[in-house]
């Protein structure tokens, strides 16, 4: 069974920059479309990026569009989120999943904006 593993979250100030990472086990990684999501307290799950198997198409919701860069390495099995420009409004728990949500939820990595 497929396992993910979010790293790389803390504590940040406004404007600030994190990257976080994706350690996703099993030999399907490359062939599926990947995505970052993120929960923030009293709010439902939020799909923020996607990045196709081969990594040449990326998407953003228009809330991060311009901020972060999703981006993946099929090699290591691995997907990042780097984010800059940070605001108190992207605080929330963040998790990847391929971009359908199908595989069980990790985690996830915890992202604080503070002033």
């Known amino acids: 069974q497929v396992q993910l593993v979010e790293s790389g979250g803390g504590l940040v100030q406004i404007g600030g920059s994190l990257r976080l990472s994706c350690a996703a086990s099993?030999?399907?990684?490359?062939?599926?479309?990947m995505g970052w999501y993120r929960q923030a307290p009293g709010k439902q799950r939020e799909l923020v990026a996607t990045i196709t198997s081969g990594g040449r198409t990326t998407n953003y919701a228009d809330s991060v569009k311009g901020r972060f860069t999703i981006s993946r390495d099929n090699a290591k099995n691995t997907v990042y989120l780097q984010m800059n420009s940070l605001k108190p409004e992207d605080t929330a728990i963040y998790y990847c999943?391929?971009?359908?949500?199908?595989?069980?939820w990790g985690q996830g990595t915890q992202v604080t904006v503070s002033s």
């Open positions: 999943n391929r971009r359908s949500g199908s595989l069980p």
């Open positions: 099993g030999s399907t990684f490359s062939a599926n479309a």
